[in-house]
């Protein structure tokens, strides 16, 4: 581990640099579907059940990686976990350029998905052994803005590369970048000393301690829901919005969707010093949800012309990003030697509860499919809104627990 607070903010800054590069192509595969999506949906015949699903599998894959990733960066350390376990998600990209039917695409998102399970993880755990307690909200949050590029890749970059190249040649350049970013993560990244004084554990055994931990609890609900509904609307519904309800072609609705990407990336670089600077965390998070929450409830209620829908998207864009500040909350009330699990449990949260949202979103608009688009997608808008504001009511009682010094 670093000696001293130079060599400390060197390796800070490597790790910032390398995991940054990861974490923008992580971002780009949880959002790309959303520009795509009509388009797949022609060539493969696939209906929005089948769109949800596949949005979902990604974050099953993801999901489903995520207390072996924590158990792996207590264990073995990040450099090994997160380079070898990239490799799934460049084999995923390289099987969806060339998916001739839903199977393959399914396939695909789960390999994308479990390879990008450990990339954000491994730079958080990073953060909180070698950076001091209270910059870990910042380089978590502006490590999630900056990486958020990945959103902006995913909007109008990727629709010309689509009319251009074709989905499947714009997929297989992200496989060869994935490719790379592995190599730089196996050769930079250092592993921080292993803290061996509470012993080996197996691989379930530090969540039972954590859930013992009933500080947490309150925070667990929007944990689960506050990140699922602005990933669910950026990463599937917000595109097939624009292009049912507005009627936007490709580039344009590219544009409209940028316009959310770059809100989500400001929002989360905005968040990240807002702890240090107003000695809290829990009411960040709060106003931020309520506001995300009052989005969602005006895209439901209001017949919004093109102009402000995407301003709301926007808002929603930018207040929807206190992920980096909840992290910090709840990493905040873990122990050291309990870190990669801890985090990774709140992880599943954060995209487990987009993982269930997404099919279950998906259902409900399969459901609604020929009636009025407009109602269908005001009538997912208030959805989204209503768990916000349900998940905001637990939360209430969660202790707030500010950075020191």
């Known amino acids: 581990m670093p000696r001293g607070p130079q060599p400390a903010k060197k390796a800070a800054v490597r790790v910032f640099l390398t995991f940054l590069i990861a974490y923008v ?3 780009f595969y949880r959002a790309f579907l959303a520009v795509i999506a009509p388009e797949l949906a022609l060539e493969l015949g696939l209906d929005p059940q ?12 993801f999901v489903a990686t995520q207390f072996p990733v924590g158990w792996a960066l207590d264990t073995i350390g990040p450099r090994r976990t997160v380079a070898i376990q990239m490799l799934a998600a460049v084999a995923g990209a390289a099987l969806f350029a060339a998916a001739r039917n839903a199977v393959q695409l399914n396939v695909a998102m789960v390999l994308i998905g479990a390879g990008c399970g450990s990339i954000y993880m491994g730079a958080i755990y990073l953060f909180g052994r070698i950076a001091a307690p209270q910059r870990f909200a910042l380089l978590c949050s502006w490590l999630l803005g900056l990486g958020a590029a990945g959103n902006l890749l995913a909007a109008s970059p990727l629709a010309f590369a689509a009319q251009t190249i074709g989905w499947r040649g714009a997929m297989g350049a992200m496989a060869v970048a994935t490719a790379i ?24 055994d530090g969540i039972g301690d954590i859930l013992k931990i009933r500080v947490l609890w309150p925070l667990l609900p929007l944990t689960a829901v506050s990140y699922a509904v602005v990933l669910s609307e950026r990463g599937l519904w917000a595109g097939p919005y624009f292009a049912s309800v507005h009627g936007l072609e490709p580039v344009a609705r590219g544009n409209a969707l940028l316009v959310m990407a770059a809100a989500m990336s400001a929002g989360a670089m905005i968040y990240g010093p807002l702890d240090g600077v107003l ?3 829990k009411w960040i998070v709060f106003a931020g949800a309520l506001v995300t929450a009052l989005c969602f409830l005006t895209l439901g209620l209001f017949d919004l012309p093109l102009t402000s829908a995407v301003a709301i998207m926007g808002l929603l864009g930018a207040f929807g990003m206190s992920y980096g500040v909840l992290m910090a909350h709840g990493r905040s009330f873990v122990p050291d030697h309990l870190l990669g699990r ?7 949260l954060f995209i487990g509860g987009a993982g269930l949202l997404q099919p279950l979103s998906g259902a409900i608009m399969k459901a609604m499919q020929g009636g009025d688009p407009a109602a269908s997608y005001a009538t997912l808008h208030l959805m989204f809104g209503g768990l916000v504001l349900a998940a905001l009511a637990v939360y209430l009682f969660a202790r707030d627990n500010p950075p020191k010094g």
């Open 25 to 27: 192509l992580s971002q």
């Open 50 to 61: 089948a769109l949800g699903n596949l949005q979902a599998l990604w974050i099953l894959g």
């Open 181 to 204: 970013s592995a190599a730089s993560v196996w050769l930079l990244i250092r592993d921080p000393e292993r803290i061996t004084t509470h012993g080996r554990r197996g691989l379930f």
């Open 279 to 281: 000695r809290t965390r």
């Open 342 to 348: 801890g985090i990774t449990l709140l992880n599943v």
